[in-house]
């Protein structure tokens, strides 16, 4: 039971789960991708200006009816290698810079007259025509594990049956659902956990290296089954899955996707730079034709990935889910758009400040970052301190 005073602190931070009237889609004007050349960014190199990245560009074509799309990682350049011709890079965050006509490098960012011409000319950016804004409902899930594999305590479940009472996190989205290895309740007599069963034997096939926790996609491939066979994923714009321990404002991410274009295959959001796999777990948000694609395909890609393998480039362990989506979205053409503002998670080093990037107990200031969710912050009062201080 809440205090009076308890009930003063959250008040306003309770999100309502009524339903938003689905906004029809806006179609854009026609815009020609020949020959676009970003002409700020080339005066800027001319006249020795500061460095460059890829802002002004996302800025110049905002305005028109492309939208900026990453191939899969295969597809890309080598740190060093010349991707005149990918357009893209293996590294998440770096961008394809001229150095000189005929030749450009992959970068994070590019000094005019130091590293070369740093022009961004239409010709080296991986273009897509956008098929127009689709609204913002949300289908949101979560996951609670109760056999961890770990004697580590975690707080997932009371996370989760706070957020219902307070109506925040996933629980703040049209429509939510939350999947365990188990049946239990989240809001007594009214709410459960629906429990995926261990269909083919390997919810305990492997653990992870650093937390001893099971690797966890098997179990989100019965999960990814279980929504299909629902459909209530369906009715709803985007598709977001939220860890447990996610600080998460629904409205954040209705703000954002507002005005975010799509293609016609769909796209999911890659929100970590400068590593291998960008698409980080704590919040996965695909729109709704790219989860359709995805749902499409969870047998084949099971099939064909090298998912339970051991690779140098994915961590030499078995991929967890966040990774096995990315890789069969990317398999089976759903695009991938950067957006480096969508979390701020501390697992992933770019967030972290200079000083910091070895420090895995450096945590967001919640008071002041203005991203969808902050990651992690797994015991109670710390998660909740930080969802008070986001209202501040």
């Not at 460095?51 to 560009?57: G, M, R, T, Y």
């Not at 956990?193 to 926790?213: C, E, M, P, S, Y």
Request: one cysteine or more.
């Amino acid at each position: 039971m809440r205090s009076t005073e308890s009930d003063a602190e959250f008040e306003g931070m309770i999100m309502t789960t009524e339903q938003e009237p689905r906004r029809h889609v806006k179609v854009f004007g026609g815009v020609g991708l020949a020959a676009v050349v970003l002409l700020c960014v080339g005066m800027l190199a001319r006249s020795g200006g500061p460095p460059q990245d890829n802002s002004v560009l996302k800025e110049y074509y905002s305005q028109l009816d492309e939208i900026v799309v990453q191939p899969p990682r295969e597809k890309c350049s080598k740190i060093g290698a010349n991707c005149v011709s990918t357009k893209c890079c293996k590294i998440t965050g770096y961008n394809c810079f001229e150095k000189k006509p005929g030749d450009a490098a992959c970068m994070k960012s590019c000094i005019p007259g130091v590293n070369g011409t740093c022009l961004m000319p239409g010709s080296l950016v991986p273009l897509k025509p956008a098929v127009g804004v689709p609204g913002t409902t949300l289908f949101c899930f979560s996951f609670y594990m109760d056999d961890t594999g770990s004697t580590k305590k975690f707080y997932d479940l009371s996370l989760l049956r706070t957020n219902l009472f307070l109506g925040a996190s996933l629980f703040g989205c049209e429509a939510y659902q939350v999947y365990s290895d188990v049946e239990v309740w989240l809001s007594p007599g009214r709410v459960n956990t629906v429990q995926v069963d261990d269909v083919n034997g390997d919810f305990h096939f492997a653990k992870r290296k650093l937390t001893g926790t099971w690797v966890n996609s098997p179990i989100f491939i019965q999960i990814w089954k279980a929504i299909r066979t629902e459909g209530l994923w369906a009715n709803h714009d985007w598709t977001v899955k939220v860890d447990a321990d996610a600080v998460f404002l629904p409205m954040r991410l209705r703000t954002k996707l507002s005005s975010h274009k799509v293609t016609s295959s769909g796209i999911y959001l890659e929100n970590c730079k400068y590593v291998n796999y960008g698409f980080f777990g704590n919040l996965e948000v695909i729109s709704h034709q790219g989860f359709s694609t995805f749902l499409a395909n969870i047998e084949d890609c099971t099939k064909a990935l090298n998912w339970k393998g051991r690779e140098k480039e994915t961590g030499m362990e078995p991929w967890g889910e966040d990774l096995f989506m990315q890789r069969c979205m990317d398999l089976h053409g759903v695009d991938k758009v950067s957006d480096w503002e969508l979390t701020t998670d501390s697992m992933c080093k770019a967030f972290r400040p200079e000083g910091q990037k070895k420090n895995e107990k450096w945590r967001p200031n919640c008071a002041l970052t203005q991203t969808a969710a902050m990651h992690p912050f797994m015991k109670p009062y710390d998660y909740f301190e930080c969802l008070k201080a986001t209202q501040r």
